[in-house]
T-cell receptor
Framework: SQQGEEDPQALSIQEGENATMNCSYK?????LQWYRQNSGRGLVHLIL?????REKHSGRLRVTLDTSKKSSSLLITASRAADTASYFCATDRGETSGSRLTFGEGTQLTVNP | DAGITQSPRHKVTETGTPVTLRCHQTENHRYMYWYRQDPGHGLRLIHYSYGVKDTDKGEVSDGYSVSRSKTEDFLLTLESATSSQTSVYFC???????????FGSGTRLTVV
């Protein structure tokens, strides 16, 4: 079963607008990560937020984490056509044998020029 | 995708045949992973490795085996391919605990 669930499943916006994607998960976590996947390509790591952090920024990305609600959001500001991709959240429960990420099904973001 | 290469990129095979997918990383990462990606299921973990010859099962390991004889190589074997194993397979690696993964470009496998 999937640990993370993204919302919405698909999002279409105009260039320059902000895009917000949400992720909910079920169990306690050590950290939560966001990845981007362009069509036909592998996933690219965007940002990692630890369970004791509430907000993190990286360039045009802003990630929040609410462990009490078991949810996270990814905000992309001033979107560009090149941001068109699928975005996945992934949770790491911090197993004793090491890191194992559990992925959600992703949000398909389309940024129209 | 720099640092991880998967081979082959595409493969068509017949039901019942064994298939081996290869993953090679040049990042000297300790952890390596095999995922499959299917519509409606996202990415699901098949097997992972936390060191040379140290491997463990993920959530969808039935019908798959792995081997890691060197830090840089992680092999995934479908012992007897079935149509349900038609999927896109991704290899990933990570250097240490609490780090982002580096993904390969994927292998598209079709079992006919």
């Amino acid at each position: 079963s999937q640990q993370g669930e993204e919302d919405p499943q698909a999002l279409s916006i105009q260039e320059g607008e902000n895009a917000t994607m949400n992720c909910s998960y079920k169990t306690s976590i050590n950290n939560l990560q966001w990845y981007r996947q362009n069509s036909g390509r592998g996933l690219v790591h965007l940002i990692l937020i630890r369970s004791n952090e509430r907000e993190k920024h990286s360039g045009r990305l802003r990630v929040t984490l609410d462990t009490s609600k078991k949810s996270s959001s990814l905000l992309i500001t001033a979107s560009r056509a090149a941001d068109t991709a699928s975005y996945f959240c992934a949770t790491d429960r911090g197993e004793t044998s090491g890191s194992r990420l559990t992925f959600g099904e992703g949000t398909q973001l389309t940024v129209n020029p | 995708d720099a640092g991880i290469t998967q081979s082959p990129r595409h493969k068509v095979t017949e039901t019942g045949t064994p298939v081996t997918l290869r993953c090679h990383q040049t990042e000297n990462h300790r952890y390596m992973y095999w995922y499959r990606q299917d519509p409606g299921h996202g990415l699901r973990l098949i097997h992972y490795s936390y060191g040379v010859k140290d491997t463990d099962k993920g959530e969808v390991s039935d019908g798959y085996s792995v081997s890691r004889s060197k830090t840089e190589d992680f092999l995934l074997t479908l012992e007897s391919a079935t149509s349900s194993q038609t999927s896109v397979y991704f290899c990933a690696s990570g250097p240490f605990f609490e780090s982002g993964y580096t993904f390969g470009s994927g292998t598209r496998l079709t079992v006919v």
